[in-house]
Nanobody, 124 residues
Framework: QVQLVESGGGLVQAGGSLRLSCAASGRTFGSYGMGWFRQAPGKEREFVAAISWSGGTTYYADYVKGRFTISRDNAKNTLYLQMNSLKPEDTAVYYC?????????????????WGQGTQVTVSS
């Protein structure tokens, strides 16, 4: 059974940084593409970043490009999201997700497994 557990969320002032982690278990982590999504209150879930199985390919939503960095450590079965220059509009619950294939995709429907999410709140 695949389990994804996010951590690292919290309250931070605008301009600050946070690093999210997603610990994966249940199948060979290094064989699958991974992604980060977020959902703000009253809004639909949206794509943040994605990474291929090897880490060689990454994609970012335009609204986080240059500020967020997705990475993975396959030896530790862990996915990361380094978030810098945070803005109040980044406030949301952040979810990690795992695909059934190796590539990085931006569509939530391409992901099979989801974590429970971690809250990120950015104050102005």
């Amino acid at each position: 059974q695949v389990q994804l557990v996010e951590s690292g969320g919290g309250l931070v002032q605008a301009g600050g940084s946070l690093r999210l982690s997603c610990a994966a278990s249940g199948r060979t982590f290094g064989s699958y593409g991974m992604g980060w999504f977020r959902q703000a209150p009253g809004k639909e879930r949206e794509f943040v970043a994605a990474i291929s199985w090897s880490g060689g390919t990454t994609y970012y939503a335009d609204y986080v490009k240059g500020r967020f960095t997705i990475s993975r450590d396959n030896a530790k079965n862990t996915l990361y999201l380094q978030m810098n220059s945070l803005k109040p509009e980044d406030t949301a619950v952040y979810y990690c997700a795992q695909r059934g294939g190796t590539s990085a995709y931006a569509r939530s429907r391409d992901y099979t497994y989801w974590g429970q999410g971690t809250q990120v709140t950015v104050s102005s």
